[in-house]
């Protein structure tokens, strides 16, 4: 990574944004563990290191440390928060408790001239979240700024090219942060802002060239973001020898598998095999009411198609995958090890068992930045910024057994709810929007006939990651037009509910 800033992770809810703002400054960033050895650091050979904050104490006996040497490297460092208490402590100086916990904004003011701060306005708001302090700086070390609470909010030793932070200046509350980290990068690490999605797609295009040689590629297409992307990308560097595979599980969308073809063979012309195996993924199903086990079961069954599929369209040696680089970083785990709520299926991770070696195009970018790279492959907008789909499709939408006409209840439903979300102009601002079909009878009246139908909830939710969300506030209007358009149009329900829990301690999906 020779041009690039080598992120050591120390369980700091920003380090991943601390990595996402250096990319946006053109430079190319990585985050790894806090305890990676010297030696692999040397490796690597990165233009610069950012130690992340963390929500431990350095005064703890089992404080994590970094290697020593990584200090002595000669590389310059910032240390953010934690890692400039790290910092501290690994170099001599003292650090205590504050005498009274810090969170929110702060003004800086400058103690110094120094590189970190060049063309940075004095005093500058910073946003602090921190329980110790520098009581004193290690020996080579000269406070830069301090706040009215942190005497020693900055420090740095010029020779050693070693700056430290108390604030975070990756957060949108420190507003010249992005020109304090520009200042470190350019400044002081002397890196050049070169690292862009279209630098990164060719290079990932000869990469792959490279790799694959004259060899054949598989690879799964669910027509989600990932693997689109990831299929456009193979397909741009080795044309005819990406093979794609898609399965219709008869648990999709209304009109999926149309759109897909229409995209990947017509559009893009993409080597595709279309497989409709929507009677076996709905044999296995039947009679089926437990979450996990239909789970289970589409799993298996994707497994079994996609192999077999797979057998009958000759011998590869890679399989192309859409890891991206939150699936692969391997953060300190600060919590232990959270229970299996449900056993997530991608159409990624399966086919353990099948001997393939990994392509995996995507692994060092962000959610965001693939979309970016998909619109450089020229994919189509609505396909880019698509919700989130599970893997097991309507299946853990349909509370209760999936039946064939479950299935077109849903996916009926399923169509207004998103015309509805795309005509209000909400789509963008929401994580998913969707319609579950619950197991429920009710009582209607429809002109003069008593009804007795089954309710649909909608549920509608915002998030960054999936890993937690709130439902969202949609305007009354929107949910009156949204129910009354499902009740009329969709034959076989009556009622229509809106689900206002957040997650935790609901999950977004039902099942
Ligand atoms: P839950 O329901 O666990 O969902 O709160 C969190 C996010 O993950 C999606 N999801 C899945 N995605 N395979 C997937 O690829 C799955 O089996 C699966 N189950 C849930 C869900 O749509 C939400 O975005």
Redesign the pocket.
Known sequence: MGKGVLVLDFGSQYTQLIARRVRELGVYSEIRPYNIAVEEVKQLSPGGIILSGGPATVRSEDAPLCDEGILKLGIPVLGICYGMQLITKMLGGEVGPASKREFGRAELESLKGSPLFRDIEMPMTVWMSHSDKILSPPAGFHPIARTANSPVCAMSDEESRIYAIQFHPEVSHTPLGRKLLANFLFNICRLNADWSMSSFLEESIENIREKVGEERVLCALSGGVDSSVVAALLHRAIGDRLQAVFVDNGLLRLGESQRVKEIFMEQLGLNLKMVDAADEFLKDLEGVTDPEVK?KRIGHRFIRVFEETARGLGEFKYLAQGTLYPDVIESVPVQGPSAT??S???VGGLPKDMEFELIEPLRSLFKDEVRELGELLGLPKKLIWRH?????GLA?RIVGEVTERRLRILREADRIVEEEIEDSGLYNEI??AFAVLLPVKSVGVMGDERTYDYAIAIRAVESKD?MT?DWVQLPYELLGKISNRIINEVDGVNRVVYDISS?PPS???WE
Do not use: C, D, L, S
């Open positions: 789970r709520i449900k997530h299926h991608n989130p789909f599970p893997g097991p853990v994580w998913q999936g969300a997650k999950t977004i999906e």
